[in-house]
T-cell receptor, first 110, second 114 residues
Framework: QKEVEQNSGPLSVPEGAIASLNCTYS??????FFWYRQYSGKSPELIMS????GDKEDGRFTAQLNKASQYVSLLIRDSQPSDSATYLC??????????FGAGTRLFVKA | GAGVSQTPSNKVTEKGKYVELRCDPI?????LYWYRQSLGQGPEFLIY????????DSGLPNDRFFAVRPEGSVSTLKIQRTERGDSAVYLC????????????FGNGTRLTVT
């Protein structure tokens, strides 16, 4: 059973702080990794994709991938109350089938 | 261009009834996915189409669930003899065909079985 594991949270950080979200996956052959943001009552939307080991930065977001440790993380710098949402980690488990973790709820306190 | 469109947005049905949920993907996207999401959980994979064929239907929970995509565009998820446990948000997503393409989700259909 291929799995994606996330801490469900909630993770609470003050406005302006760095939020760190973590994810582990079980399928060693996964090549593509994604972070989606989901606001309450809405559908998931893509924030970041990462395909090779190391860091990838996009604005306030940085995704980190370590395939040896089967670990993916998302850092949100200068967290804003509007970043409060559930963050879903996802990977492709063989072919095109994308599977998701249960998500981590993030609260950014003003 | 339009995004992924799902209809209806809400569906209330009685236990034992048959329902159909529709998904219209982004134009040009050959890959189409169905997921089911319960409260507090991540999206649960149901089925994936590449063109007209179901490339992976390993997530369908049982034979009451069936999905089609006859012309390689619009897809319909069909649920027979609905049960209260089928209540969830059903999400459709599409992506470009190349490996590693992210998913674009519709707004979902909230199914409630009473």
């Amino acid at each position: 059973q291929k799995e994606v594991e996330q801490n469900s949270g909630p993770l609470s950080v003050p406005e302006g702080a760095i939020a760190s979200l973590n994810c582990t996956y079980s399928d060693r052959v996964s090549q593509s990794f994604f972070w989606y943001r989901q606001y309450s009552g809405k559908s998931p939307e893509l924030i970041m994709s990462i395909y090779s080991n190391g860091d990838k930065e996009d604005g306030r977001f940085t995704a980190q991938l370590n395939k040896a440790s089967q670990y993916v993380s998302l850092l949100i710098r200068d967290s804003q109350p509007s970043d409060s949402a559930t963050y879903l980690c996802a990977t492709e488990a063989g072919g095109f089938k994308t599977i998701f973790g249960a998500g981590t709820r993030l609260f950014v306190k003003a | 261009g339009a995004g992924v469109s799902q209809t209806p947005s809400n569906k209330v049905t009685e236990k034992g009834k048959y329902v159909e949920l529709r998904c219209d993907p982004i134009s040009g996207h050959t890959a189409l996915y169905w997921y089911r999401q319960s409260l507090g959980q991540g999206p649960e994979f149901l089925i994936y189409f590449q063109g007209t064929g179901a490339a992976d239907d390993s997530g369908l929970p049982n034979d009451r669930f069936f999905a089609v995509r006859p012309e390689g565009s619009v897809s319909t998820l069909k649920i027979q003899r609905t049960e209260r446990g089928d209540s969830a948000v059903y999400l459709c997503a599409s992506s470009a065909t190349n490996l590693g393409s992210p998913l674009h989700f519709g707004n979902g259909t909230r199914l409630t079985v009473t």
